[in-house]
DNA sequence: AAATAACCGAGACGGTACGTCCCGTCTTCGC
DNA sequence: GCGAAGACGGGACGTACCGTCTCGGTTATTT
């Protein structure tokens, strides 16, 4: 519907103000203000601030074509240390913090926008996970996935500590001895 | 600062709109309209819906004096699996279920309730679990008390799957390997 | 410029809203959907509502050539209260009350609208009626046509006391009286 | 319900408004925006502008504390001249014209304000003169003040033609003819 | 019959104003 | 003199229309 200029301004006006104010304070009149847009365009075509991060989130990692690529080295314990070092990262990185704490904030109420989140951006990496353990003949590997992944999440979403190199090894250690690797 | 009366009023007033409608539509003056409150008491007391919803939570497993009880039955399977049980109950409880989403999403952007949510529930909690593993001298209690909750969490936060009986059994043998206890 | 085809489609459309909702309320985009015209058709012919409006009941008056016609009976009285009766008629007429106040409105702050109505309806309709007084030697026939008409407008118009027969013959002895007719 | 001190501002606003610009350019948010008042105080206490406007003739001619007083010298021709020459002077009033005009057509399409309007100020002027004529032992004293009004408005409303001293003496001299006083 | 305009529908677009909701502060008034 | 009731300035909401602007399809000539 929106043209691609269009969609662009958007785009690159909402990831601006999210780098400058909490994104709970993100308005839509903000938006079609900094982009130079009226409240009209932008209710053609997304219905709340979370549709329109969410969609600038996804056109910026398209754009760097940044699929979750799984290494694949042969050695399945460096391999699962370079991802969580990666998605640690990712998810420390300042530039997008507080946009995926915000995300997720919305994903609690928001259900068109949960569902849209998992298969976009949730399902792709856990099954690029899973792929790499069913490689190393992992069993369950749906499940070793998600008891590699959600420990470094709940970590980081309730904040509870922080993340160090020593607990990342250890980390991969204990999922591979609970997948009867080690 | 607020008299017994007047908590009381408000908790029951948030609460019995936290039943009816999604969370985030409750407001300052939606609470004082229900509690037969004045706005200014509310923010006497409290800042925001966020503080008070959390401040009537609290207020409630209180008084159910609800600390969590982990149980020592000396077979430590059995008790990680009632306790996953538990957990997953509480989180699908429909009376509950709201509540505690709205109250995850409002941490990520209220780093005062996130310390206060941290204190008071999430500590006890993890602690509680450590502590039962320690005593099956598991070792790294606290990070495999991670590795439990973690996983449960992750599913239920980001509604990437349901949970059943089997997954349970699966998740607590993993977490039992994971730490040498199997 | 517009094809006779779709003016004819306009009229229809602009008369038919007009029917149905407060005149107030007609929109450009409302006709335009009505009449299944793009809004930049309307534009090029008219520009708003109360020019498709008034263009409508002029195309109507036109059509069922319904040009005012004063009768001459040669009772003068007579002739006037078949007249009164005839524009009170019409003043009152539920399909067109509404288009006329609406009409009578939009002279207010609209002079080429304004200058458009004299021309085409109100002076044809006062100059009938002075030529009707002028063959019966009322002196200022022009001026007691005013004294004549006003005085129905200003009730109609403020809607301040309702017509009815004997006021009507009362008000036709006033204004023949005052002409030195009786 | 609005505060003395409020209505003040909102009137002055109005009226400052109705100064600059045509009256139907008039909006909520510029009178909001003029008065130092938020739009939510407007809706509080009018719910449109011709509400607000109305309202701030009505203060203004209560201020001035100017009910209609219909001279008595004796003389009626020389009252009515006077009253006619004074209707005239204020409908022509430069500050006031336009907004009686925008008030004329508001009252088209509000009956709310139409009624109030009747009561506040038609009538008094109607009665006022009917009362004077009915101390000249005039008959059907009312029938005769709207024969006086009615051709004044009429003119006046619809821009027929202008007034002038030779028209307002003849318009006398034919309403007390009619009146069978000459 | 093909070329060339004029005209049209559809609807995206930047805007302005609407009327509403809620924010957090301030004022009033009755107990 | 405290506290409920609620007026207030403010900001954002989501919607309705405004008038302008492409963009493809007809229609009707005009050659």
Chains 1, 2, 3, 4 share one sequence.
Do not use: C
């Amino acid at each position: 519907m929106a043209r691609e200029r269009t969609r662009t301004k958007v785009h690159a006006a909402a990831l601006s103000l999210a780098g400058e104010r909490p994104v709970a304070a993100i308005t839509m009149e903000g938006i079609a203000a900094r982009a130079g847009v009226s409240k009209q365009t932008l209710y053609r075509s997304w219905s709340s601030t979370g549709e329109i991060l969410f969609d600038a989130l996804l056109a910026r990692s398209l754009d760097e074509n940044g699929r979750v690529t799984v290494p694949n080295s042969g050695d399945l314990a460096v391999d699962l240390t370079a991802l969580a070092t990666g998605m640690i990262d990712e998810l420390a990185d300042p530039t997008q913090e507080r946009l995926l704490r915000a995300l997720t904030a919305e994903l609690q109420s928001d259900d068109a926008l949960a569902a849209q989140f998992r298969a976009a951006l949730l399902e792709p990496q856990l099954s690029g996970i899973s792929e790499r353990l069913r490689q190393a003949s992992v069993p369950a590997p749906e499940d070793v996935a998600e008891l590699f992944v959600g420990p470094i999440f709940h970590r980081w979403l309730l904040r509870s500590r922080s993340f160090d190199a020593e607990w990342v090894a250890a980390h991969v250690e204990r999922v591979l001895r609970s997948a009867g690797a080690r």
